[in-house]
Structure formats: structure tokens, C-alpha cells
């Protein structure tokens, strides 16, 4: 299909597309993380929400689960972005402040739309074997990410070597379980008593016995 040039009312046919493919993105945010879910909905639905008509949706994207895809994708940079800025921001502390730093970074950023939130630990399962390739592929990030701050503190003498690859993974699986369950209120606690909680799980993971307190 050929696309349309030029421009229209002082914008191009790019920061057109641009547009209804961030309000299509919108639009799906609200649909699939809050009600119906995305098991619910709808390419009418979410062109209704979006205010644009069902060719201009498969103009952009070939079906409902691509828009989730994308969403997924965006909620883990979003996180990613605010942790790197914390890595970039804590240089120079020690692991425990740290560590304590970035997990209050990215609980923060995980936390603040409960919509994506949903899409992130609850929509995305089960999808598609597709889906559940991109899933792992990112939460394969995090656990290098992890295993690289761990392999850090080795060098620096605070923490024993190791291969903590396992310890990780587990972990990763750890925060997202806890997140999910708080912030779908099945127990009271502030951010920083979940952040503390956090803390010294991943400690206690990759730290030897004989060097916890």
C-alpha cells in the first residue's frame, strides 16, 4: 500500500501516523489495562476509545495482540529508563544504597499506573507463544542487569563470587509476584517498607551467608 505524502493542516503524513498511533497505543492502555482487559476487547472498542476508525487501525498494526506487544515493550523501557538513571545516579555508593536506590526506581516506575502494571505482569501471560517469547526475552534484561550490579559488587569486594544467574531469575520472579499482590491490596505497606522488603531479598540472594548481617 502506497503511503499518503505531504502535508495536512501544517503537519506531515508521518506526525499524522505518528498521532493515531499513539492514541491507538493510549487507547489500548486504558483497554487492556483496565477494563475489559485484553481478553475482553475489541478492535471496536479500542478504535471507539481511540476516536479513529477501523482502517486506520490496521493501517498501523495487524491485530489487538501487536498493540499489546508494543505496550509491553513500552511499560519495560519506561522501568528500564528510570533504572539506568538511578545505576547513573549512585555511582559512587555502596552496594546496599544502591541497591536500595534502584529498586525504589523501579518499583516506583512499576507502581505509578496500575494499568501498566496489569500489562506488564497479568495481560501478557498466556497470550501467544510469540508473546511469551518477547515476555522472557525482557525479563532476561533484568536478569543481566542484576547479575551485572552483582558481578560489580564482587569486584568491589562486597559480595562473594559466584554464578547468579539463579539467584536473579528468582528473584526477578520474586518482585513481580510482590508488586502485583500489593498493588492489588492484598496487604498494606508503604513504598518503602515494599523497597526495604526488596532490599534485603536481593541481599540475602547474593550475598554468602557469613557476610549478612
Known amino acids: 500500500m502506497r503511503q499518503t505524502t505531504g502535508t495536512y493542516g501544517g503537519r506531515s503524513a508521518q506526525e499524522r501516523r ?3 498511533r499513539e492514541r491507538f497505543l493510549q487507547a489500548g492502555l486504558e483497554q487492556f489495562g483496565d477494563k475489559p482487559g485484553f481478553r475482553a476487547a475489541s478492535v471496536t472498542a479500542l478504535c471507539e476509545a481511540a476516536g479513529l476508525s477501523t482502517r486506520q487501525f490496521y493501517e498501523e498494526f495487524r491485530n489487538l495482540e501487536e498493540v499489546l506487544a508494543q505496550l509491553h515493550l513500552l511499560v519495560n523501557d519506561w522501568t528500564e529508563e528510570a533504572v539506568l538513571r538511578a545505576l547513573a545516579d549512585t555511582g559512587g555508593l555502596a552496594f546496599e ?5 534502584v529498586l525504589r526506581a523501579y518499583v516506583t516506575e512499576a507502581t505509578a499506573d496500575p494499568r501498566r502494571l496489569r500489562i506488564a ?3 501478557i501471560i498466556g497470550v501467544s507463544a ?3 517469547r518477547q515476555r522472557l526475552v525482557r ?3 533484568w536478569v543481566a542487569l542484576i547479575v551485572a550490579e552483582a558481578e560489580a559488587a ?3 569486594g562486597e559480595a562473594a563470587p559466584r554464578d547468579f544467574r539463579i539467584a ?3 528473584f526477578i520472579g520474586a518482585v513481580n509476584g510482590l508488586l502485583h499482590d500489593w498493588t492489588a491490596g492484598q496487604f498494606e505497606a508503604t513504598l518503602e517498607q515494599v523497597v526495604e522488603e526488596l532490599v534485603a531479598l536481593l541481599l540475602g540472594a547474593v550475598r554468602p551467608p557469613s557476610a549478612r548481617p
Open 139 to 141: 525479563r532476561s534484561r
Open 154 to 156: 564482587v569486584g568491589r
Open 130 to 132: 510469540e508473546l511469551e
Open 97 to 101: 544504597q544502591r541497591i536500595a536506590a
Open 168 to 170: 536473579a531469575t528468582a
Open 121 to 123: 505482569f497479568v495481560e
Open 18 to 20: 505518528a498521532e493515531r
